[in-house]
């Protein structure tokens, strides 16, 4: 069973990223699928931390969706007179509030996976707590968001292989180099 789901979860992640890659409010569809997938993966290999991630995962979907399509800063893309959210730098205020809430979330995390059974605490909770305020920035739209996801990335992809879910550690390399592609893509979309 932990197999078909890594392989559910790849085709999944492999669209959603597909989608962000083109800033395709469509990606949250598959973000709202993609949860449900891992959550149960991730409870039986022990990812506790990235368990509690795909719940919040699931609502944040719903909020990017929202925040993308019908926000008050909407702009018409031209197409069909289709109005979305456009890509912005993260304003400097927001950006220390979101570094300020990534420790926090840190602290908090790798306290409560201190008192399981999870052998990858410190690591866990670094990428459920960067990945909570990446996907915040995700939700609106900022430019900066692929640098917090290359780092995520990263230390997913080790930390997959470390528990033999392979997969998804393919999947994080993957998500790693598209990450670049992401950034220079979104910067162009922005100048535009």
């Keep these: 069973m932990d197999r078909f789901l890594d392989i559910l979860g790849f ?29 149960w993966l991730f409870f039986d290999k022990g990812l506790y931390g990235d368990c509690a991630m795909n719940a919040y995962y699931f609502v944040i979907a719903i909020y990017g969706y929202i925040c993308w399509t019908r926000s008050k800063s909407a702009i018409n893309t031209g197409n069909q007179n289709k109005k979305e959210r456009p890509i912005e730098h993260i ?11 990534f420790v926090a979330i840190y602290v908090l995390a790798t306290f409560a996976l201190l ?31 692929w640098f917090a996801w290359i780092l995520v990335d990263i230390v997913s992809c080790g930390l997959y292989i470390y528990k033999d879910i392979p997969l998804s550690a393919t999947r994080y390399a993957i998500y790693t180099v598209i990450a670049f592609f992401g950034y220079y893509k979104w910067k162009r979309m922005m100048a535009e």
Excluded: C, H
Aim: avoid cysteine; proline fraction near 6%.
């Design 11 to 39: 085709v999944t992640g492999i669209l959603y990223l597909y989608w962000e890659y083109f800033a395709n409010p469509k990606m949250w569809i598959a973000e709202l699928i993609m949860p449900v997938i891992m959550t």
């Design 115 to 145: 008192q399981t059974d999870s052998t990858v605490p410190y690591l866990d909770a670094f990428t459920t707590s960067l990945s909570i305020v990446a996907m915040w920035m995700l939700a609106r739209k900022y430019l900066e968001q």
């Design 91 to 101: 304003p400097a205020k927001y950006l220390f509030a979101a570094l300020a809430v």
